[in-house]
């Protein structure tokens, strides 16, 4: 019985690992298609946000297979909540990429006034960082590795940081140049997805250390 337990418990892992996997490609898709500003470069975003629902889907009803079937012990209880909890998180994750790329496809048709052009370097270290956040945050899950979940938690001061500087550099250019306003009004939009990316990111390393030692860090 316990055999088969564990089996789950390795599937629910692969499954774990898997969708976040997806929300890392949708991040780094949705990313360059910012930096490109191309359309078609953002459309397979949204196939990725569709997978992720499924993943969601799929991996819940795992969990619940787990509860219903089987008499886990508390640290398995543990570990089922958690995931449940993070594939919420994850699913946000995936909504926020879909969201970048939608706002990359309005902005790609957007007939702007003529203004200066916004340096995109900040929003690409926001996504090089977000993305390092969600896939080291689900392979802390699974490898059960506090240090990962309490680097992915600092993490986020370094993304707040992004934002705040990239908001600093828009509010300037708007400042130099009022035809700058719409554009960096939707790039601070797109900002603040990738912010919520980290804060979604951080939500699931502090349900990994729950998983571990029974305490949620806040």
């Not at 640290?75 to 995931?83: F, G, K, M, P, Y």
């Not at 828009?170 to 804060?199: C, H, P, S, W």
Request: charged content about 30%; hydrophobic content about 40%; overall charge negative.
């Amino acid at each position: 019985m316990r055999s088969k337990f564990d089996q789950q418990l390795a599937l629910l892992n692969d499954e774990l690992t898997q969708m976040g996997e997806t929300c890392a490609k949708a991040i780094c898709l949705a990313a360059q298609a910012l930096e490109e500003q191309n359309a078609s470069t953002a459309a397979p975003v949204a196939e990725l946000e569709e997978q992720t629902n499924e993943q969601e889907r799929s991996i819940e009803a795992l969990c619940l297979k787990l509860l219903l079937q089987q008499q886990p012990v508390a640290r398995d209880l543990r570990q089922i909540s958690a995931a449940l909890k993070m594939i919420t998180d994850m699913e946000r994750i995936g909504d926020h990429a879909s969201d970048i790329s939608e706002m990359t496809i309005l902005m790609a048709d957007a007939a702007y006034e003529t203004g200066d052009p916004i340096n995109l370097d900040l929003i690409k270290e926001m996504a090089k960082e977000t993305t390092d956040m969600v896939i080291k945050s689900v392979d802390a899950f699974v490898q059960k590795d506090m240090d990962m979940a309490h680097w992915v938690i600092k993490e986020d001061d370094v993304v707040d940081d992004l934002f705040n500087q990239f908001k600093q550099q828009l509010i300037k250019k708007i400042n130099e140049n009022v035809k700058n306003g719409e554009q960096a009004t939707d790039m601070l939009m797109v900002a603040k997805y990738f912010e919520r990316i980290g804060d979604h990111a951080t939500n699931i390393a502090e349900w990994v250390i729950y998983s571990i030692t029974g305490q949620h860090e806040n």
